[in-house]
């Protein structure tokens, strides 16, 4: 698969660059959160990165005011496994060089099912942001070395947290896995409760 840039104009439609923020105390403390080198561990709130100058910073400017969570996904990853999509942007920000999968929720068919091979990867560079939209299909990173990857996740406060509600099993609402979270799994990536509408290959960078 061909790995282009965030700097490409082939992103745009998925994201914007995040300009203005300072990042540095952030990126030094993710040094300090678990890289798994044989996993990937998602944690949606971290205190110590929200309590940053640049955690203010975007629950303000990023967000405009509303309650944030500042997490992070790291591990070691080279497979799509899912798509997954939110009701609101999500703001990625890599430690070290990462690649993102990424698609468009325009391109669902029948409201659950998405054929991978409209599947797009991009390179985001060490100490870059990106703003990646709403409809912007994605799920965790894929590592673009031997090292693995770190990379701070931003969203509204309490997405992908677990659910206080019963579930619909019609339409949108059986793709719901976690608050503010609508998932699309690939049938060879085994994930438990996970509606399986990814239809092509499961791809592999």
Not at 64 to 93: K, M, T
Not at 128 to 137: D, I, K, S
Request: hydrophobic letters at 35%; proline letters at 4%.
């Amino acid at each position: 698969m061909k790995i282009q840039k965030v700097t490409d104009a082939a992103f745009a439609p998925y994201g914007k660059i995040l300009e203005g923020y300072h990042f540095e105390e952030l990126l030094e403390k993710m040094v300090d959160t678990p890289l798994p080198m044989d996993d990937v561990v998602y944690v949606p709130s971290e205190t110590t990165l929200e309590q940053t100058k640049a955690g203010k910073e975007l629950e303000v400017q990023g967000y405009g005011g509303l309650p944030i969570q500042v997490g992070y996904c790291n591990g070691n990853n080279h497979q799509l496994n899912a798509v997954e999509y939110h009701r609101s942007s999500e703001l990625d920000i890599a430690v070290n060089d990462l690649i993102l999968l990424l698609g468009k929720q325009q391109d669902i068919e029948n409201g659950d099912t998405y054929d991978t091979a409209n599947i797009e990867a991009f390179l985001l560079p060490a100490g870059v942001g990106v703003e990646l939209y709403a409809t912007t299909l994605h799920y965790a990173p894929c590592s673009a070395g031997k090292e693995g990857f770190r990379c701070v996740i931003v969203l509204p406060k309490d997405t992908n947290t677990d659910l206080t509600f019963a579930l619909g099993t019609e339409g949108e609402d059986k793709l719901i896995t976690a608050k503010n979270k609508w998932l699309i799994a690939h049938p060879e990536a085994g994930i438990e409760g996970a509606y399986c509408g990814l239809k092509g290959e499961n791809i592999t960078i």
